[in-house]
């Protein structure tokens, strides 16, 4: 009898659709996960509100384990899901460019009258607002140094960044680990190193660090 395969969810970002998880999606399951790609309405709603969209996805799942796999805002979306449902099947959590301390840029768009290019999106979590992570599953934050993205449209941001979000930003209390790529905000989603990154941390709960020199 073959052995039951483990999940992997998929949990896209702002602005776009699962779509843009596609090659992730492949990748994953090229490396013997059953994935499940959840796509939502990241301004519309609330990461609150689709928290409950996603429980309504998982509830419905048969498998030993179940990861997570979160670009950006996504990853605000888990961390409501866990405090909403914390009574989650076992498996890990990988955050990809993830703003656990709230966003530099979206304060600002808040701050000038321009929140309403997100919309409920900036509801419980990109102003820094999202809930405390205290999760049994463990969570693994993986951040963005190279620097190209609308984020230069923001002067101040903190440095290092992914061109959107400040490596500071991804650091999160209750955090397992947590490692810089060389990589933008977006490139994340087509970047086999970090889907690798991500794939080690679902079977051990650590990355893989380069051994100091």
């Given at each position: 009898m073959t052995a039951q395969r483990e999940t992997v969810v998929l949990v896209h970002g702002l602005y776009v659709h699962g779509l843009w998880m596609r090659l992730l999606?492949?990748?994953?399951?090229?490396?013997?996960?059953?994935?499940v790609n959840f796509s939502y309405p990241s301004i519309s709603r609330s990461p609150s509100e689709n928290a409950g969209e996603l429980q309504a996805v998982l509830k419905d799942l048969d498998a030993p384990a179940v990861h997570f796999l979160a670009h950006s805002m996504g990853g605000l979306v888990v961390r409501h899901l866990f405090r909403q449902y914390p009574n989650q099947r076992p498996g890990r959590i990988v955050t990809?460019?993830?703003p656990h301390q709230?966003?530099?840029?979206?304060?600002?768009?808040?701050?000038?009258g321009l929140g309403f290019f997100v919309g409920r999106g900036l509801e419980d979590g990109?102003?820094?607002?999202?809930?405390?992570?205290?999760?049994?599953?463990?969570?693994?934050?993986?951040?963005?140094?190279?620097?190209?993205?609308l984020g230069l449209l923001f002067p101040g941001m903190p440095a290092p960044a992914d061109g959107?979000?400040?490596?500071?930003e991804t650091q999160l209390s209750g955090m397992a680990d947590h490692i810089c790529l060389p990589v933008s905000h977006m490139q994340m989603l087509v970047d086999p190193t970090t889907v690798a990154q991500a794939c080690a941390f679902f079977a051990t709960g650590r990355f893989r660090h380069p051994p100091h020199a």
């Open positions: 999606e492949y990748w994953l399951e090229q490396a013997g996960y059953d994935t990809l460019g993830t709230g966003s530099y840029a979206a304060r600002i768009m808040h701050g000038s990109l102003l820094g607002d999202a809930p405390v992570w205290t999760g049994p599953n463990l969570l693994g934050s993986i951040a963005g140094t190279l620097n190209v993205g959107i979000i400040a490596v500071v």
